[in-house]
C-alpha cells in the first residue's frame, strides 16, 4: 500500500464521512466539496497513483468503481437528474491525491467544464 491521505482514510487512520464500502471500493464525502454531492470512489487495496499507472489486468477495478457510483447515485435518487464521474490525471488533469480515484459530482447543474 501507498501513503496518501486515502491510504490512511482506508487505514481508519484519520476520519473520513464514509459513505459506501465493500470489499474493493470505499466513498467517501470529499473534505472540500465543488457540488452540493461530492463524493470520491477510491479503490481499496491495490496501489495505482495515476491513471497512467492502471494495467489491462486492473480494468475491472475501474469498472467497480462506476457501477459503485451508479449505485450511489440510485440509491441518493438523483440518478435520474444526473451527475457527473471525474478521473483527474496528473498535474492539468488537477491530481493532488496520487491514489487512483472517482469524482461523483451532483446535486445542482453543473454547467460545462475545460480550461477556466
Ligand atoms: P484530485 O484533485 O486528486 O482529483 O482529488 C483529490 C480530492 O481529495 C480533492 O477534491 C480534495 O478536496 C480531496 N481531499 C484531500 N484531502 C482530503 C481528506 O483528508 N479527506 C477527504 N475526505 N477529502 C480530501
Redesign the pocket.
Known amino acids: 500500500m501507498g501513503d496518501t ?2 491510504h ?2 482506508i487505514e481508519r487512520e ?1 476520519p ?2 464514509i459513505v459506501y464500502e465493500d470489499d474493493d471500493v470505499i466513498a ?7 457540488a452540493p454531492v ?1 463524493v ?1 470512489f477510491v479503490p481499496k487495496a491495490i496501489d495505482i497513483p495515476t491513471l497512467n499507472d492502471l494495467q489491462p489486468s486492473q480494468a475491472e477495478l475501474v469498472g467497480k468503481l462506476v457501477l459503485a457510483a451508479i449505485a450511489y447515485a440510485k440509491r441518493e435518487g438523483f440518478a435520474e437528474r444526473g451527475y457527473r464521474l ?3 490525471c496528473n498535474g492539468d ?6 491514489q487512483l ?1 472517482m ?1 461523483l459530482l451532483a446535486g445542482a447543474p453543473l454547467g460545462h467544464f475545460g480550461t477556466p
Open positions: 491521505i486515502f490512511k482514510i484519520i473520513a464521512d467517501f464525502r470529499d473534505i472540500a466539496p465543488q461530492h470520491l471525474v478521473m483527474n488533469g488537477g491530481q493532488t491525491v496520487y480515484h469524482h
